[in-house]
């Protein structure tokens, strides 16, 4: 039985599968070469690849707020302007890079014309 969800094709011949959807991907955290996964029902998954290696493979609601973290905008819950925090919807709250505001703002900004004061 194939338990995995999502494959990843990032070299010709070369495989990489996830055992959950995209969708449920709240946030990803680098550390080193490795990825930490955190799903919206707070599971963790950890995997032997770089955030560089998901990057470019994952969709548009898929954002990098700085230098170890990519954040799923679908998640958001809360912007804190004046301390640059992304509340996210697992409870947590990531520091966006200074210069990555601006173009993080102005894409939640388009999203979620309404949501920012």
Same mark, same amino acid.
């Given at each position: 039985? #194939?338990?995995?969800? $999502?494959?990843?094709? #990032? %070299?010709?011949? =070369? $495989?990489?599968? !996830?055992?959950f959807?995209f &969708? @449920?991907?709240?946030?990803?955290?680098?550390e080193?070469? %490795?990825?930490?996964?955190? !799903?919206?029902?707070? =599971?963790?998954?950890?995997?032997?690849?770089?955030?560089?290696? %998901? &990057?470019?493979?994952?969709? /548009?609601?898929? +954002?990098?707020?700085h230098?170890?973290?990519?954040?799923?905008? *679908?998640? !958001? &819950? =809360?912007?804190?302007?004046? &301390?640059?925090? *992304?509340?996210? *919807? @697992?409870?947590? *709250?990531? /520091?966006?890079?200074?210069?990555?505001?601006?173009?993080?703002? @102005?894409? +939640?900004?388009?999203?979620?014309?309404? /949501?920012?004061?």
């Open positions: 039985m #194939n338990t995995y969800t $999502h494959t990843i094709s #990032n %070299y010709p011949g =070369k $495989h990489h599968r !996830l055992p959807l &969708e @449920d991907i709240v946030r990803l955290e680098g080193g070469n %490795y990825t930490a996964f955190t !799903l919206i029902g707070g =599971k963790q998954y950890i995997t032997s690849r770089t955030l560089r290696f %998901y &990057e470019e493979m994952l969709p /548009s609601s898929f +954002v990098r707020i230098k170890g973290c990519i954040i799923n905008i *679908a998640y !958001l &819950e =809360k912007l804190c302007i004046t &301390e640059r925090l *992304a509340q996210l *919807a @697992d409870g947590s *709250a990531m /520091s966006i890079a200074r210069r990555r505001w601006p173009q993080f703002r @102005d894409l +939640v900004e388009k999203q979620y014309r309404n /949501s920012i004061p």
